[in-house]
């Protein structure tokens, strides 16, 4: 017979290989798939809730290495028992069955009672196709090179939930890896966080709709970890990112001074947290602490944001501006975008808590262009930062005596 390969590419997923026999004597064909890439990092679970025939149209990659398990009939389909393949849900069903009914003729005459059971639970299983009531199918593969059809993508599904997990001693061995020992050390859980986005629920801002926040820990080179936040609403289409300080608040304030001379100076990092404020004394523009939150991104970024929020406020630029406020924000817009460093100016960043960047472009030798300040914080910079009444030693025996 012939044997077709086919390397094509699943949306939303990986590359995979299809490969095709056919056989011109007997009209014997079959049909299996193998991943293109590497094995990944971790397993991945899919736990599909099935509740209409659309569902059952769902495409499906199961591994020769992944199982298949319906709770509800309390049916499996073990792991290295079937080739890969590239299906539907459907057609996973029809190939259980098949599977079953392949032997059954030699059972009715060796082993009536069981062949009886066989054909009542194959009845059972048609049954699903019809989606009479509503059941699951699980899919594990220690692999992850499994995948189940999300028809919303890229929009969440609510009825597939993807579930990836470290893979045990065990699993490592069936997959044939190394250098995963059942001794092992546990990683280190900072270590992790590190490399994995965690997900949480909340709700957009705009619309009040669910929707869920990624945040990741990022290290900054030549300063500290910081955390990053995004949202995205699947419902309005509302994007949004804040960062956040993953350290403590610094002993001393910073005020960092840089001179914009060169345009290369606009593509410079910049951590701005939501403690600092920005001064641009060419243009006497001042922009407090607290407005435009955290922001992680670079000077043409930033000036850009403090651009937009100007332009987009409805009492400046609006219907309720008179012409004369209107006439003075046109002419510092205007000033604001020749600030591309062909014309010099300075910037200014002053972060009582200490947890603002910008970037060294010279490090870890000194920058001829940037002036980083440390300075004691006054009485009314430790009120706004809620350090005054901050009580972090000798508590526990106060706390033990009056109890």
């Not at 009914?101 to 059972?107: A, T």
């Not at 939930?161 to 280190?188: M, S």
């Not at 609006?318 to 924000?329: E, Y």
């Not at 808590?353 to 009485?379: C, I, K, M, W």
Request: charged share 30%; proline share 6%.
């Amino acid at each position: 017979g012939v044997t077709r390969l086919l390397l094509t590419r699943i949306p939303f997923f990986r590359e995979i290989i299809v490969s095709s026999f056919s056989c011109d004597s007997c009209s014997w064909s079959n049909t299996e798939i193998q991943s293109a890439g590497r094995i990944q990092e971790q397993g991945v679970r899919y736990t599909l809730a099935v509740t209409s025939r659309q569902d059952m149209n769902r495409e499906v990659v199961k591994t020769d290495c992944a199982m298949a398990r319906i709770p509800e009939l309390d049916f499996e389909i073990p792991a290295f028992t079937q080739k890969g393949v590239l299906t539907t849900i459907e057609g996973i069903i029809d190939r259980a069955v098949a599977g079953l009914e392949q032997d059954q003729p030699i059972r009715r005459v060796t082993d009536e009672e069981v062949a009886k059971k066989i054909d009542e639970f194959t009845v059972k299983l048609r049954q699903l196709k019809e989606v009479n009531s509503p059941f699951t199918l699980i899919i594990d593969d220690p692999s992850g090179n499994s995948f189940v059809e999300n028809p919303h993508a890229p929009r969440r599904d609510d009825a597939l939930v993807v579930t990836h997990y470290r893979r045990t001693p065990q699993q490592a061995a069936v997959l044939g890896l190394e250098g995963e020992e059942v001794d092992a050390k546990p990683p280190d859980a900072a270590e992790d966080l590190r490399d994995e986005v965690l997900q949480f629920n909340t709700n957009c801002p705009e619309c009040n709709a669910p929707a869920n926040t990624n945040m990741k820990l990022v290290q900054i080179p030549h300063f500290k970890e910081v955390i990053i936040m995004a949202t995205n609403c699947d419902s309005c289409g509302h994007r949004t990112n804040e960062v956040k300080s993953g350290g403590a608040i610094e002993p001393q304030g910073t005020r960092i001074t840089l001179q914009i001379t060169d345009p290369s100076d606009m593509t410079r990092d910049i951590l701005k947290s939501e403690t600092c404020s920005v001064e641009i004394p060419e243009l006497e523009f001042e922009l407090g602490m607290g407005a435009l939150g955290g922001k992680f991104t670079t000077l043409e970024g930033l000036l850009k944001d403090i651009r937009d929020l100007v332009e987009k406020n409805p009492f400046t630029l609006g219907d309720s501006s008179t012409p004369s406020r209107t006439g003075k924000l046109q002419e510092f817009i205007g000033k604001l975008q020749e600030v591309n460093g062909k014309t010099k100016a300075h910037f200014i960043m002053d972060d009582p808590a200490g947890n603002s960047y910008l970037q060294n472009v010279y490090a870890p030798e000194e920058d001829p262009e940037l002036r980083v300040e440390r300075y004691e914080r006054t009485f009314e910079q430790n009120e706004d930062l809620g350090l005054n009444d901050m009580k972090t030693e000798g508590y526990e025996p106060e706390g033990a005596s009056g109890r």
